[in-house]
């Protein structure tokens, strides 16, 4: 067997690593993309660059005539057989190239707005590729756009940057240090590329223009130095299948399709392959490995052409029978003649199985629901950092059963009657249902934006709660009567408060012994209306500041009166209760001092509260 695998690593057996490209909306990335595509006139065509499906190819050799202007020595070495490249930029696409947890993209460029600097989804991106410990280098894009740059197309970016006036230098500079100051904030060390000592300990940075071209050189060179010094050997050799579900497509005259890329081995037509879908594993038989006509051919009939095997890496579109409900982001697992069947089917469902077992145990937590099982893991793994937790889990778009399966939690949890929707689309009826039954449905193509959704509602929760709970909270008050101004209907008292503080709607009792029977009577006066002093109203009397007069009015039906089940000199004190303290705790804690739980405490047995 070793013989074998020694045998394998001949020339031939080599396999490309697969780039993803990553970064903010509207930094750049398609652009950039079109521009190492695209093939320089002068320069006679940069040999063999094809378009996949999902991807693009880059063979070696137009990797070194694209980058010939900063190898200019031919110093470099190159030992990678070529590069493929990710068409869909994007968190989607990197979040589905995954195989039990591991990335299956070897290697990223994260596109850097200079003008910008870290945005939103960059830091997104960074959070992806830290998780996934994914190496990748940052294209510093749009640098012709540096007040006063004059361009060179396609240069290297050095040559480039040492035309500019001092100026322009100088604007570079301070932009340049600021991303990596904004950086090192997110954990990561970062050097400008031709100053970086070390890949493996800091970031390179690669200033580019996807207009100009410039920098694009410098970027390839790189992402090419980067793969050769950071993936072992042995990966990249050709060896069992690896192979993950990007996209599933109905495709006229094919069916249901999903596109593939193959990030190892060999897929041949017929081979029986296993992959996961939405109402369990599939099984079928490879119908057909299509790969898009070459441009010329395209007066030929079909847009495809077909294939009776394809070899790694590469992107292929599959067609085989009963492939609705394929999942995206799935992985694809081929039947080899030495396998058990059943057990590939066991490893693809415990995919699935793992994804939705990283449920709350409790059952209490918000409902998640995302497109792809590459997102649906980003979902989860972003909520559990965030100390969400998360009750039900689904894929694709949310109908009715999803939205009752949440309204669960009205019950038992209403907090969490929600809805977290990543890049889905929510069934009118089952919107319809939501709203009907007060479940909150969030849908968001940024992960972040779905947690600042929910948080925005736990706050809006609270307060509402807090404004409900807000004649149920009672904060502890003792007062002296000093004179009694008006009996009953409404009461009105002079009083001092000798402990804690007297506010507005505080319910006030007097606690008295039956003269007859001798047990303790609690005579709820009612709650306070106003508070007074020099004729003023006020919303509160401390301990210890000067008389005020107050008005009780009754809590509701008969109020006691003075004279009858009242006399001037019984102690008024604030009536707590077990749920009045519960709200306090809950809602007020910061608004209660020590004095006032002491006083709380102390006042417990005046009322029996345990
Ligand atoms: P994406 O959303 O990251 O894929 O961004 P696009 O590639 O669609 O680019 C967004 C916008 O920025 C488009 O209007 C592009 O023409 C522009 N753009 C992209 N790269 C550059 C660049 O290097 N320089 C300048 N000046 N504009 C750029």
Known sequence: AHQAALAARSKDNLRSPICCILGHVDTGK??????????????GEAGGITQQIGATYFPVEAI????????????????VPGLLIIDTPGHESFSNLRSRGSSLCNIAILVVDIMHGLEQQTLESLRLLRDRKTPFIVALNKIDRLYGWKKIDNNGFQESLALQNKAVQNEFRNRLDKVKLAFAE??????????NKSMARYVSLVPTSAHTGEGIPDMLKLLVQLTQERMVGSLMY?????????????????????????????????????LCGV????????????????????????????????????????????????????????????????????EVESDLASLFSRVEKTGRGVSVQ????????????????SKIPVANVGIGPVYKRD???????????????????FDVKIDKEAQAYADEQGIKIFTADIIYHLFDAFTKHIQEQNEKKKEESKMLAVFPCVLNPVAVFNKTNPIVVGVDVVEGSLRINTPIAAVKTNPTTGAKEIINLGRVASIEREHKQIQMCKKGQPSVAIKIEAAGGHQPAYGRQLEEKDT?????????????KQFYRNDVTNDEWALIIKLKPVFDIP
């Not at 070194?64 to 070495?77: H, I």
């Open 403 to 421: 939205v009752m399966q949440c309204g669960i939690m009205l019950e038992k949890a209403p907090d969490f009657a929600v809805m977290l929707c």
């Open 370 to 385: 995302a497109s792809t099982l590459g997102s649906l893991e980003a979902l989860l793994d972003f909520l559990k950092e």
């Open 64 to 79: 070194r005539q694209k980058t010939a202007v900063v190898n200019r020595d031919g110093s470099f070495e190159f030992k």
């Open 279 to 346: 109402d369990g594993v599939i099984k079928t038989n490879i119908r057909a490995l299509l790969t898009p006509a070459p441009l010329r051919e395209l007066r030929l009939k079909s847009q495809y052409v077909h294939n009776k095997e394809v070899k790694a890496a590469l992107g292929v579109k599959i067609s085989a029978p009963g492939l609705e409900g394929a999942i995206a982001g799935s992985r694809l697992l081929v039947v080899g003649p030495d396998d058990d069947e059943s057990d590939l089917e066991d």
């Open 572 to 584: 008024l004190y604030s009536l707590i209760s077990r749920p009045s303290i519960d709200c306090l």
């Open 186 to 195: 997110q954990g990561f060390n970062s050097e400008l590329f031709y100053e």
């Open 238 to 274: 050709l060896s069992e299948v690896q192979a993950t579900v990007l996209e599933v497509k109905a495709i006229e005259g094919f069916g249901m399709t999903i596109d593939v890329i193959l990030s190892n081995g060999i897929l041949r037509e017929g081979d029986r392959i296993i």
């Open 30 to 43: 398609t652009k950039l993309l079109d521009k190492i595509r695209q093939t320089n006139v002068q320069e």
